[in-house]
């Protein structure tokens, strides 16, 4: 058999095809730049020193990782499947790192759950965190590689339909990421909108008790919030598309928005970093982005609250993180 006969014949990428893939690198560039000047803010100020910093962290170095793996999708425009092998590795890595977000996005909204309505620190549980937002990507995404399913999918490379087989490319498909996917956005969107109603009705509604405490935590919490957001709004349209996909031949404007939304929860992962560091760091002073920071979410009485000001959850978490440094 020779190398060609490898390469299912209905692998052909089209002009359609090449112009998403122009669109998926292109905003992947652009997230690199903001995943990179995120980090790099966090760690010039040192703030990976404090645990509500390094869930942010987490994050965006993943998002940083996939976002470098969707640009090298560029390499395989216009090219000769059979020549090319390294498809096969950019299909792994690129479930990896998706997944890799995913799981960083949920145990932040877990982090957030417990820390806002149960009062639970989780600070106990990062190995926790780390370890399986690792170990878990690399599991699933080895599947298709011991199947032989990655390689060239139309758009760019990923899990294959095997030998033109629709039926099983979409079946591994969803066992592989569009049903857990759908599962953890579920998931996320129900605990997203229990903690923002549960810390906003604390903050704002008719009962005088902690209400003052729960408007600073409801402000501190914003930033960490938009992580798991990000991901219920963003990845909506992909998956849709992804679904959509096996019945008909999905139209090009919905084509177009999944190619966008792909790279844009990198992109928007290190603006928020930015944001965050913005909000709690550089409160009343002159620079641009700090100003920008400051209209998005305005600190309490425009500065930066003091230890006397923090609520219990927050001072607690902070006076943890200073002990264990």
């Not at 877990?110 to 190995?127: G, V």
């Not at 390689?151 to 899990?159: A, D, I, L, V």
């Not at 008909?248 to 928005?257: D, F, H, Y």
Request: hydrophobic content about 45%.
């Amino acid at each position: 058999m020779s190398a060609t006969d490898t390469v299912p014949s209905c692998a052909n990428v089209t002009a359609t095809d090449n112009f998403l893939i122009h669109i998926l690198g292109s905003v992947s560039a652009v997230s690199v730049t903001t995943c990179f000047v995120g980090l790099c803010w966090l760690f010039y100020l040192k703030l990976y020193r404090q645990f509500l910093y390094r869930l942010a962290a987490y994050q965006v170095t993943a998002s940083l990782l996939h976002a470098i793996i969707a640009i090298s999708q560029f390499a395989f425009l216009n090219y000769d499947y059979s020549k090319h092998p390294s498809c096969v590795v950019v299909g792994y890595l690129y479930l990896t790192t998706v997944w890799m977000k995913t799981c960083f996005g949920f145990w932040i909204t877990f982090h957030l759950f417990c820390f806002a309505i149960l009062l639970k620190n989780t600070k106990k549980l990062e190995p926790l965190y780390v370890v399986t937002s690792i170990l878990f990507p690399i599991a699933i995404s080895s599947v298709p590689l011991a199947t032989g399913s990655y390689g060239p999918t139309g758009e760019w490379c990923w899990m294959e339909a095997r030998k033109c087989d629709k039926a099983a490319g979409f079946i591994e498909q969803i066992a592989l990421w569009s049903g857990p996917a759908f599962v953890v956005l579920i998931l996320q969107s129900i605990a997203m909108l229990t903690i923002m109603i549960t810390v906003y009705y604390r903050a704002y509604g008719k009962s005088d008790h902690g209400r003052d405490q729960y408007r600073k935590a409801f402000k501190q919490l914003l930033p960490l919030v938009a992580y798991p957001v990000l991901f219920c709004i963003l990845v909506t349209p992909p998956l849709i598309a992804r679904v959509y996909g096996f019945a008909a031949t999905p139209s090009k404007g919905l084509l177009i928005l999944s190619a966008v939304c792909i790279p844009s929860w990198s992109f928007f992962a290190g603006v928020t970093l930015i944001t965050h560091i913005g909000v709690l760091r550089c409160a009343g002073k002159s620079a641009c982005i700090c100003h920008l920071c400051i209209c998005v979410f305005p600190p309490t009485n425009g500065k930066i609250p003091r230890d006397s000001e923090t609520t219990p959850m927050v001072k607690a978490q902070t006076t943890e993180d200073t002990h264990a440094n």
